[in-house]
């Protein structure tokens, strides 16, 4: 059963938990109600009823009750077909769900405008109705009031229902990080859910009450009247009908709104000071000896009269008082005792919901600001208030800061070791490099030497040799001045690797904020990845399309860290493959320097994708740490206000953009 209700659509489970909770609300007030509206005694399921009703009182309420709840099986599933269209669908995302973050707002707020709608909206129009059927005020009172308790019942179980629904909808969603819809804090939260049981708890106790009270009353009428009948008639023969009318007037009525009436055997009416219904008349001749001459009027009417039966001149009469157990006094010393009681309770719920809040509020909110990396807060432990779910929050909030700021220092402690890890890794891969770098220069100087060495030897033996001309000299002089010339080259080449290379030696720990121009960049950038390019047969193909003199404000050695790392990752991209292209452009765009470094060797895995720049992930395996792109973020954002971001395509290629404020 429970595996046949799950597959159910959300819009069908939805209508049939609103009409279960409708049906068995109804059944709880099919025995209250003629109690609460104090049914005439022996007048409801009988004939008596068929007769001057047509119908009875079963036959009229479930009549009433099925009405209802057939409409709501037909209205239900196409009201909220669009939840059962949500509900079928698989993995849910506001990108391939048309209208989705429309139906979470609904999923946030239907339970709530159904609980109101459903608690107020019924007894409001019934209220409306009767008073401009102008039906009589107690009736209009009691009628409203027993709706709104059945409407809180039905609100209550409805919103129950609809919650546990649409939290199921919200939970394949998968909603993680925001919130939708109307936002209602805890404590009008909690006032919103109790308040109907809160009115339907006073509403009730004031209907039972009132009740019991107009049937005192209305007994007690009855027994005073009786009383006065018997009293005046017992003993005393009227010898005509107006001797007894005059008689029934020396009785001294309760109320000025209580009559005297005489009506025929048959049940027509000789004589009345108002009017009287169908139903009076009748319940008096078909009661009048099962209750002792109590007669009542219509159905929920405050209205009863006590009546004797009389022979004048040998014809029956009944002569009676009519009188009404409904009075102003009764209402005006009941109602504002419970409405009192209504706003005390209503005062203290509020309270209560207040402190709640407060309570939930203060944790929430530092949470919130661990979140935010406050570490104002890491070392602020809340206070145990209550001994209660509350302070269990608190103690599990105060053992989780605890073992928040031990993360963080482990966190700490193994970012250092991390990042000292990435630097030996690439001083290691640039000492690599100046091997490389360093070993052309060095042969070529000795090659250089070897030969200003010979055209030494040759200098000094032509010393004192006639046959040697002053061009002869000048010869061997111009080509040691040529050596000197290239050993002076290679000099200055090994000068500039040298400082390339101390310059990345102490970028972790030296963050200057000196300018230098795009030209010094390139420059380092291509000293230092000649080597790992050359070795992977890989070409770096430069474009510059801007002033290779414009200034950029910030570390050189922090940026061609950045460069450098992101050229590698393309090298190691092409997996082995050779005479492949990385293209590096410099160029302007809206006052900031655009580097766009991109290599063509089939995109980055779906993974990486989603968590590139947001952690460290590598794709290198036990040979990578994750952390260079991650840093290289940071770096950008942290040293030169700028940003990164990348494009790329599944089986073409990888772009990444620096963009560097000029």
């Known amino acids: 059963m429970k595996n046949f209700i799950s597959k159910l659509p959300a819009n069908i489970k939805l209508t049939l938990s609103c009409s279960l909770g409708l049906i068995l609300v109804a059944i709880i007030y099919y025995p209250l109600i003629p109690i609460l509206l104090n049914y005439p005694p022996d007048s409801i399921n009988n004939s008596f009823q068929i ?106 179980f409805s919103y129950s229902i609809s919650k546990w629904i649409f939290e199921g909808i919200l939970k394949k969603i998968g909603i993680k990080d925001s919130t939708y819809g109307l936002r209602i804090n805890i404590k009008n939260k909690l006032l919103i859910q109790l308040m109907p049981l809160l009115v339907f708890t006073v509403l009730f106790s004031f209907l039972i009450l009132y009740s019991q009270i107009t049937s005192n009353k209305g007994d007690s009428l009855f027994d005073y009247y009786k009383q006065a009948l018997e009293s005046e008639f017992g003993n005393y023969h009227c010898s005509s009908v107006e001797e007894a009318k005059n008689l029934l007037n020396s009785i001294e009525l309760k109320s000025s709104s209580d009559s005297i009436f005489i009506l025929n055997s048959d049940g027509s009416t000789y004589y009345s000071d ?72 209503a005062i203290f719920v509020y309270y209560t919901a207040r402190t709640l809040k407060n309570d939930i509020k203060v944790i929430s909110n530092n949470l919130s600001n661990i979140s935010k990396n406050s570490n104002t807060y890491i070392n602020h432990k809340l206070s145990v208030l209550s001994n209660d779910e509350i302070g269990d929050l608190t103690i599990a909030f105060n053992k989780i800061q605890d073992l928040t700021k031990k993360n963080i220092e482990q966190i700490h402690s193994s970012q250092e070791t991390i990042v000292e890890k990435e630097r030996l890794a690439s001083l290691g891969q640039m000492i690599g490099g100046i091997a490389h770098n360093l070993k052309t220069p060095i042969m070529s100087i000795s090659g250089a030497t070897e030969g200003i060495s010979d055209l030494i ?38 000068s500039d690797v040298i400082t390339a290379i101390k310059g990345q030696a102490v970028a972790f720990s030296e963050q200057t904020s000196e300018g230098f121009t795009v030209e010094e960049l390139v420059k380092n950038i291509d000293i230092l990845m000649r080597h790992e390019l050359s070795s992977a047969l890989i070409n770096l193909d430069k474009q510059i399309d801007i002033d290779s003199d414009t200034k950029i404000k910030g570390n050189i050695n922090s940026l061609v860290q950045v460069i450098n790392n992101i050229i590698s990752n393309g090298i190691q991209a092409y997996n082995g493959k050779e005479n492949e292209t990385i293209q590096l452009s410099f160029y302007k765009e809206n006052e900031s320097l655009i580097i766009k470094i991109e290599d063509r060797a089939g995109g980055l895995p779906e993974i990486v994708k989603q968590k590139l720049f947001k952690e460290m992930i590598t794709t290198k395996g036990k040979n990578g740490t994750g952390l260079g792109l991650f840093m290289s973020y940071s770096n950008i954002k942290a040293h030169f206000n700028g940003k990164m971001r990348f494009e790329t395509e599944t089986g073409k290629g990888t772009a990444f953009y620096i963009e560097i404020p000029l």
């Open 51 to 156: 007769e001057v009703n047509f119908f009875s009182y079963t036959t009229q309420y479930f009549v009433i009750v099925a009405i209802v709840v057939f409409i709501c099986l037909l209205l239900f599933p196409i009201l909220f077909r669009r939840i059962n269209k949500l509900d079928k669908l698989k993995n849910l995302n506001m990108e391939n769900t048309p209208n989705l973050l429309k139906t979470i707002k609904t999923c946030f707020n239907y339970p709530f405008v159904v609980l109101l709608t459903t608690l107020l909206f019924p007894p409001l129009m019934i209220f409306f109705l009767l008073i401009f059927l102008k039906q009589e005020f107690s009736l209009t009172i009691k009628l409203t009031f027993i709706l709104f308790t059945m409407t809180s019942l039905i609100a209550l």
């Open 457 to 494: 030897k040759e200098y000094e033996n032509s010393v004192g040799d006639p046959e040697v001309t002053i061009e002869d000299h000048h010869a061997i002089a111009g080509d040691m001045a040529e050596w000197i010339d290239k050993i002076r080259v290679h000099l200055e080449y090994m």
């Open 274 to 345: 108002s009017p009287l219904s169908d139903f009076f008349i009748k319940y008096a001749l078909e009661y009048e000896y099962s209750h002792h001459g109590h007669t009542y009027d219509y159905y929920a009417n405050p209205t009863q009269g006590s009546f004797i039966r009389y022979n004048i001149n040998g014809t029956d009469y009944l002569l009676g008082i009519k009188y009404s157990v409904f009075s102003n006094d009764v209402l005006s010393s009941v109602l504002p005792l419970f409405l009192v009681l209504l706003i005390i309770n």
